[in-house]
């Protein structure tokens, strides 16, 4: 990626881009995110870091006249998110989860750039194979940081989760 941008909010809304010297747009932006360059956008008058805002707006603007990538179901769940004790792991998992694709659409992309198809390899059959191995290491490290260790040591009685009362255990027989 390359150096971050500068933008800065006017309070008449106008967005100013600092390094060219001229007002700009939302789609302006959106075409800076896409060719890879970092922004920043700042409130003028208090120099608050609104850049979270503002890519929400370019994200907003593509869902209402572009093809959706985020489903009404997918909303609804990510906005049941907020304010659960889940919001910080779900936030990473999605997270993980659009670097994993976007790392995964690189390999397919040099694979078939390089012609392995032709060494009797199917690239798109592997790449399901690691994407499918990705997904299940995600899946039980999120299950492992919610769900309680098993305790599977048993005592004579066969009863989980109890000490095992022998004299070698170091508990007073009497």
Do not use: C
């Not at 409130?43 to 707006?57: A, C, F, G, M, P």
């Not at 392995?116 to 994407?131: D, F, K």
């Amino acid at each position: 990626m390359s150096e971050e941008r500068l933008i800065k909010k006017y309070a008449n809304r106008r967005l100013y881009d600092a390094a060219q010297s001229r007002h700009i747009t939302i789609d302006d932006i959106r075409n800076m995110v896409i060719a890879g360059t970092r922004v920043k956008v700042i409130e003028d008058k208090s120099n608050e870091d609104i850049t979270r805002l503002v890519l929400l707006q370019v994200i907003a603007d593509q869902e209402q006249f572009g093809r959706p990538i985020l489903s009404t179901s997918l909303l609804e769940s990510m906005i049941r998110f907020y304010g659960n004790s889940m919001q910080s792991h779900f936030s990473s998992y999605l997270e993980k989860s659009v670097e994993t694709f976007i790392r995964q659409q690189e390999v397919m992309a040099r694979t078939l750039n390089n012609g392995s198809a032709s060494n009797g390899v199917n690239p798109i059959a592997e790449l399901a194979r690691q994407n499918l191995e990705l997904w299940a290491k995600m899946q039980e490290t999120l299950l492992a940081t919610f769900a309680p260790p098993r305790d599977t040591a048993k005592d004579k009685t066969g009863k989980p989760g109890s000490k095992n009362n022998t004299p070698d255990s170091g508990d007073d027989p009497s």
